[in-house]
């Protein structure tokens, strides 16, 4: 008899932690629709790492760059390299998956489905790995950004916050870093040239681009072509 009224209890209190939880992180989704964050889970991760190896000597660079401010190239390359669907999307590319899943099927190795808009939840609030706890989060958090953020908001922040090279993050940071210019005059090219090292921007580099990088950045300013321009993503608000 004494189970029951432990077990409501308990019930309850699952029931307000879950709504508090839901509370809070949409709360704080919806303040970031308006304010630029000022980090990132994964560049606070990177900080950590390198403090705690004892590089004291690490200097993160990343400034936050409006939509307004970076060349039309540069989303439409990100786009065109990690996820043509993104604008049509909500937040999920089933087909990818499935298309991942079967590969895998077929012994190949499991490669990544994220769209954009998971790697700009996992960047912005979670941290890296394969656990089902971490991609469950990941999928919760799309779900809030999808919801509450209009696709430019999500492709403005994932180009503000994605790590294009060691201790690099930003399209900011990494036009002035590679290229000299701020992000207003990059070129196709250039914009290419970021978009293909995102796979592993530590090992690859946009100024010193190895053949790979080279012949990944031509594919990407093909598909830039094929999609039609800057028009493909700016009809997306």
Request: aromatic content about 12%; charged content about 20%.
């Amino acid at each position: 008899m004494l189970r029951r009224p432990f077990l409501r209890r308990l019930l309850r209190w699952t029931v307000l932690a879950v709504l508090a939880w839901i509370a809070v992180t949409w709360l704080a989704v919806l303040v970031l629709r308006f304010v630029p964050p000022v980090t990132s889970a994964m560049m606070l991760k990177h900080r950590i790492g390198t403090w705690v190896h004892g590089e004291r000597d690490f200097r993160l660079q990343q400034h936050w760059v409006p939509w307004s401010q970076v060349s039309p190239w540069v989303p439409l390359a990100m786009v065109a390299g990690e996820d043509q669907k993104f604008p049509f999307h909500h937040g999920f590319d089933f087909d990818s998956i499935h298309q991942a899943l079967d590969a895998a099927d077929d012994g190949a190795r499991l490669r990544g489905a994220s769209t954009i808009s998971q790697q700009t939840a996992k960047n912005l609030f979670l941290w890296n790995g394969r656990s089902f706890v971490r991609k469950g989060l990941e999928a919760y958090f799309t779900v809030l950004l999808e919801l509450t953020w209009p696709k430019q908001r999500i492709l403005e922040v994932y180009m503000n916050i994605a790590e294009l090279g060691d201790g690099i993050y930003g399209v900011g940071a990494a036009s002035e870093a590679y290229f000299h210019a701020p992000p207003a005059r990059l070129s196709p090219a250039q914009a290419a040239r970021l978009a293909a090292v995102l796979p592993s921007p530590r090992r690859l580099h946009a100024d010193r681009p190895s053949a790979y990088v080279l012949r990944r950045a031509d594919w990407i300013e093909r598909q830039m072509r094929q999609l039609g321009g800057p028009p493909y993503i700016e009809g997306r608000r």
